[in-house]
């Protein structure tokens, strides 16, 4: 009977396949090790591209900040040109602006007889015949574009008139009456007499229709 002795071969093929394996995880390793690479790679890259843009945020949220401190600034300093321009406009205005203002009360106390200037007033709600002798100023004071008028009537008609007349002007606005009553003058042989007091306030200029509409207007320190 003939044995053969196998397990050389069977040794020899265990050896083999014992390579085969380790081939193969050294493969499959050597795979994974490229693919983590290569993932690391990216995120490597992206990380960067990450930081990069940061960066680049950073600087850009930097020059949107100081272009923000200059507008501030130019307008703080346009705010406070426009407030010196208000006073020295206040200033010219408090040479001239007086001077028109009792222009403007003298006309409102003069007789209308030219037709066409009676067509303009009677627009405005004036009666163009009235007669302003009806009315006597007796005294008149105006401090810091406040003004207060006292004075005479011969009716309560006349006082509205005059007081029509003054609101409806361009140098007083806000006139109103503070008291009307009737009394007997004795200068005049008793007759009767309407004693009245308006208070209200003058405007000069464009200055003081500025303040006006801000609600300042008689407000104003004197040393200004």
């Known amino acids: 009977m003939i044995r053969i002795n196998l397990l050389p071969v069977r040794e020899a093929e265990r050896q083999k396949s014992g390579r085969q394996f380790l081939l193969l995880a050294l493969i499959l390793l050597m795979g994974q090790c490229a693919f983590l690479f290569i993932i690391y790679g990216?995120?490597?890259?992206?990380?960067?591209?990450?930081?990069?843009?940061?960066?680049?945020?950073?600087?850009?949220?930097?020059?949107?900040?100081?272009?923000?401190q200059a507008v501030?600034?130019?307008?703080?300093?346009?705010?406070?040109?426009?407030?010196?321009?208000?006073?020295?406009?206040g200033l010219v205005e408090g040479q001239s602006g007086p001077v028109k203002m009792l222009n403007e009360l003298s006309m409102i106390l003069t007789p209308i007889e030219d037709p066409k200037a009676k067509l303009r007033v009677r627009s405005?709600?004036?009666?163009?015949?009235?007669?302003?002798?009806?009315?006597?100023?007796?005294?008149?004071?105006?401090?810091?574009?406040?003004?207060?008028?006292?004075?005479?009537?011969?009716?309560?008609?006349?006082?509205?008139?005059?007081?029509?007349?003054?609101n409806t002007s361009r140098h007083f606005v806000n006139v109103e009456i503070n008291f009307s009553s009737a009394t007997q003058v004795r200068e005049l042989g008793d007759a009767t007499f309407y004693q009245f007091e308006f208070a209200g306030l003058v405007i000069y200029g464009a200055a003081d229709i500025k303040l006006l509409a801000e609600g300042k207007l008689g407000e104003m320190d004197k040393s200004k």
């Open 72 to 89: 501030t600034k130019l307008k703080a300093e346009q705010k406070e040109l426009e407030r010196q321009k208000t006073v020295l406009n």
């Open 124 to 166: 405005r709600g004036w009666n163009p015949d009235w007669d302003p002798k009806r009315v006597w100023v007796d005294k008149f004071e105006e401090t810091n574009r406040k003004v207060k008028i006292k004075g005479l009537a011969r009716s309560n008609e006349d006082v509205a008139e005059f007081l029509k007349r003054l």
């Open 42 to 68: 990216d995120t490597e890259q992206e990380l960067k591209n990450v930081k990069k843009r940061n960066s680049e945020l950073s600087r850009t949220l930097k020059n949107l900040q100081k272009r923000t």
